[in-house]
């Protein structure tokens, strides 16, 4: 006979939401909050943790048996390949996270294709496995980039996860969707658009998606969030960067206070919390999600 007990934890594990992990594999300097105090010019001479961040995260991952989509910066992808190649070895997913961290706004539509298209190609070879998500450096497709969801189309993307549905500093659209849809990119093309994790409270968004809002939070209030959107039978897109799971990375002289804290705060903690998370809630890679959702 079935206990009431057993009956509710099988009908959880069966009808609980898959939630999409995702991974901005880029490395600590490469972050724009550190853009003044670190310049471009000075990326090839600065220390490299990404091996070592990289590793870790899929250690963790795979002792979970969780897979996730990694948005691959082409800087990362020309000079250390290896990496590239470590992560669809272990079936994870494989995305782009844009060729050099420039802002979308700041790209001319040209020079946006061809960068697009041309590091869809290199992941395709260098992994073995088909492209088909992009991610903006810091979420940059707003309004006035509106045109590159066009481009990614045309450039053989089949969806993007750059629209933050929530407005802050330089990225965001207030009023965009919550959740998982399909855009039409005009010509006959479309595009799926999978937007960082947004909960309403009382009218009012609070950023939930990961990153910064992540490690900032109470885990506590993490896991509350999920579970309301649980409840809401909306699914959780989660996003970080491998540096957030070193302490041990390099400071940097002269940095001001905010930069400190967006960066800084609670990188001693953070691989515990990603722990927690895979532990409480059940996730899969951004194209497994969209065939969930009907999306394909």
Known sequence: MV????FLRLYFEVNALRHGFSIDVEDWYHVENLSPYVPRSSWNSRESRI??????????????QTKATWFVLGDIARRFPQVVKAIAAEGHEIASHGEDH?????????????????LRTYLEDLSGTPVRGYRAPCFSIVKRSWWALGILADCGYEYDASVFPFRRGRYGVSG???????????????IVELPPSVLRM?????????????????????????????RANRRYLFYMHPWEIDPGQPRISGMGLKAKLLHMQ????????????????????YWEIIAECGLR
């Open 266 to 285: 609670n990188l001693s903690r953070m691989e515990y919390r990603v722990q927690r998370l895979v532990s409480d809630f059940d996730f899969a890679t």
């Open 3 to 6: 206990t009431q007990a057993a």
């Open 102 to 118: 420039k802002l979308v706004y700041d790209s001319p539509p040209d020079e946006f294709r061809g960068s697009a298209g041309g």
């Open 202 to 230: 009382g009218g009012m968004p609070l950023p939930i998606a990961g990153g910064g809002y992540f490690r900032l939070y109470p885990y506590a209030l993490t896991n509350w969030a999920v579970r309301q959107l649980e």
């Open 51 to 64: 091996e070592r961040n990289t590793g870790i995260l899929l250690q963790l991952l795979n002792e979970r």
């Open 176 to 190: 965009a969707p919550l959740d998982p849809h399909k855009l039409e990119t005009g010509h006959g093309k479309s």
